[in-house]
C-alpha cells in the first residue's frame, strides 16, 4: 500500500472493497439537448430513460444514483459538485444529498479543486485517503460503479499521483480523448504515457492498436496532491479560499490544468457499456418508446418524438429525424445533424420555462409584454403531497393563484385561509404569502409586474413549521 494506510473496507457481494469518497460532477450548459435541457435543466435531469420495473421513466441522474446504490457505495459517501442552479433539480430527483455548490462555472478544474477542499476541511477527510470524481452524466452498465471502487487499491499499491479508468474502444472514433499505456496493460492497469485528444480516424485506429482507452473523465486520487497543487501555484488551498476567491481558478479542464502534467498516472481498463449521451441521436438510442408524450407517428423510420406540452404531434413519414416539443422550443431535425445542435442555438437567451424544484415543478404557459411594458408571465405549477412555498414575498410583481387541482391552505398577509380547485388568491406586490397541501395541488400562477425575474424574491420562513410557529392562527 505504499506506507499509507487506508482506514475503511468493506465486504460486498463477496469481495472486500476499499471505501473511497465519490464526487459526482454535475455540470452542462444545456444547449447539447435543447429544447428539452436549458440552463437549470441539463441532460442529466431529463426523465427520458426507462426505467428497469418498467415503471416509468428516470433521469440520467436518477439512474446513476441507483446504480450506485446497487454497487455497495453508501449514500454519505457520495456527493455533488453543481452550479447553484441545479441544487433544487438535484435534491428533488434523489433526495437530500450533499450537494458541493460551485459560486460560479468554472469548469473542471475549479470543481475538482473546490470538492476535494470541501471534503477534507468541511467533512474530515484524510488528506491520504482516495477520493474518486466522475461526470453525472455518463449512460453506463451496473458494474461500472463497483470498477471505480478499483481505483484507490490500484492508486495507493502502484504509488501514482493519479488513478484513471478508461473504456476500451468500441469503434476508432474522433469523438474522445485517448489514454494511450507506456506498455499493454499488465493486470488490472497500466501506466500512462500520453494523452491524444480527440485524434483523426486514422491515427484513433493505430492507437487502439497499441491498447489505447477512451478518456472517460474518471479521476482518482489522494487529496494531498491536489492540495499542494493548490499551494504550488498560489491558489486558494482551503475551501474557505476557494469560495472566496473561486474566480482565481482557471477556467479550465482538470485533464489540461492537472492530469496532463503529472509524471505518474496509472490508468484501468473497464470493458462494458459507456455513453455520454451528448446528443439526440445517441439519447434516442435508450428510448424505449419512438414516442414520449402525445404523439402520433406514421409512416416513420428511426424517428423519435419527445412532446412535453398538451398539444399532440404528428410525424408522417419522416426517415432518422428526432422531434422535441417543449415549453422552451421546438426542435425539428436529421439525427445525424443534431448533433451540430449546439452551436446552431448558442445564440439564443430565454428564460428556462420549465423547472423542476423539490416542492415540485412548474411550465411556463405564456408571457406578455403589455402596451404600458407591465409583463404577465403564466406559470402551471405542480406542488407534490406534503410540500410547501415558502413564505416569501415579491418586491416587483403581484401574483394571482387559481386553484384547478387538489387542496390545502394558504397564507397571505399573516392570514390563513383553506383552499380548493376553483378559488382564486392574490398576493399583492411586497406582501408576504405561502401555499402548503398535503394531497398534491396544481395551480395557474399568473404575475404581474415589471422585470419578472425568479431572482425577485425575499424568503422568510422555508418551512411550514417554522410559519406555524410564529403565527397562532395557523392550525397545526
Same mark, same amino acid.
Given at each position: ?46 426523465? !427520458? ?40 433539480? !438535484? ?311 387559481? !386553484? ?73
Amino acid at each position: 500500500m505504499g506506507g499509507v494506510s487506508i482506514r475503511h473496507y468493506k465486504t460486498f457481494q463477496g469481495r472486500e472493497w476499499c471505501v473511497v469518497k465519490l464526487v459526482l460532477l454535475s455540470g452542462g450548459s444545456g444547449k447539447r439537448l435543447w429544447p428539452m435541457s436549458n440552463d437549470v435543466r441539463s441532460k442529466q435531469f431529463l426523465r !427520458i430513460l426507462p426505467r428497469p420495473d418498467g415503471e416509468g421513466l428516470e433521469s440520467m441522474l436518477q439512474r446513476v444514483w441507483r446504480q450506485i446504490g446497487q454497487a455497495g457505495l453508501a449514500a454519505d459517501d457520495v456527493f455533488v459538485c453543481a452550479s447553484k442552479p441545479q441544487v433544487e433539480v !438535484i435534491r428533488a430527483q434523489i433526495g437530500e444529498i450533499d450537494v458541493i455548490e460551485e459560486p460560479t462555472r468554472r469548469d473542471t478544474f475549479a470543481a475538482i479543486a473546490l470538492s476535494t477542499l470541501y471534503l477534507v476541511d468541511e467533512r474530515g477527510m484524510d488528506p491520504d485517503e482516495p477520493v474518486v470524481v466522475c461526470p453525472v452524466d455518463h449512460f453506463v452498465d451496473d458494474h461500472y460503479f463497483q470498477e471505480i471502487q478499483n481505483l484507490g487499491p490500484i492508486l495507493l499499491r502502484e504509488g501514482a499521483e493519479m488513478a484513471l479508468m478508461g473504456v476500451w474502444p468500441t469503434e476508432p472514433t474522433s469523438k474522445f480523448g485517448y489514454i494511450v499505456p507506456e506498455a499493454p496493460a499488465d493486470g488490472d492497469c497500466f501506466r500512462v504515457k500520453r494523452f491524444v485528444e480527440k485524434p483523426e480516424r486514422a491515427v484513433a485506429e493505430e492507437l487502439i492498436r497499441q491498447g489505447a482507452l477512451w478518456n472517460c473523465g474518471v479521476f482518482c486520487f489522494q487529496p494531498r496532491t491536489i492540495v499542494r497543487i493548490l499551494r504550488d501555484r498560489g491558489l486558494p488551498s482551503t475551501y474557505a479560499e476557494a469560495r472566496s476567491g473561486f474566480d482565481q481558478f482557471p477556467k479550465r479542464s482538470f485533464d489540461y490544468e492537472v492530469v496532463e502534467k503529472l509524471s505518474s498516472i496509472v490508468a484501468h481498463p473497464y470493458r462494458g457499456t459507456w455513453s455520454d449521451l451528448g446528443t439526440w441521436s445517441s439519447l434516442a438510442e435508450q428510448m424505449e418508446s419512438e414516442a414520449v408524450g402525445r404523439a402520433i407517428l406514421s409512416q416513420c423510420e428511426d424517428t423519435h418524438v419527445v412532446n412535453e406540452l398538451g398539444l399532440p404531434v404528428v410525424a408522417l413519414g419522416l426517415k432518422r429525424a428526432i422531434v422535441v416539443a417543449t415549453p422552451d422550443g421546438i426542435l425539428a431535425a436529421d439525427k445525424d445533424m443534431a448533433a451540430g445542435l449546439k452551436d446552431v442555438v448558442a445564440p439564443l437567451d430565454n428564460r428556462p420555462m420549465y423547472e423542476e424544484r423539490r416542492w415540485g415543478r412548474y411550465r411556463v404557459i405564456d408571457y406578455q409584454l403589455l402596451d404600458d411594458e407591465t409583463e404577465v408571465l403564466t406559470k402551471c405549477v405542480e406542488l407534490l403531497p406534503g410540500r410547501n412555498l415558502s413564505y416569501h414575498r415579491h418586491k416587483w410583481r403581484e401574483e394571482i393563484w387559481t !386553484i384547478i387541482e387538489g387542496e390545502g391552505e394558504i397564507v397571505v398577509d399573516d392570514r390563513w385561509q383553506r383552499v380548493a380547485a376553483g378559488d382564486i388568491v392574490r398576493a399583492p406586490q411586497g406582501v408576504w404569502h405561502a401555499i402548503r397541501t398535503e394531497t398534491g395541488m396544481q395551480f395557474i400562477e399568473v404575475q404581474r409586474g415589471r422585470g419578472l425575474v425568479e431572482e425577485d424574491i425575499e424568503r422568510k420562513y422555508l418551512t411550514w413549521e417554522e410559519l406555524a410557529a410564529v403565527l397562532p392562527g395557523i392550525p397545526r
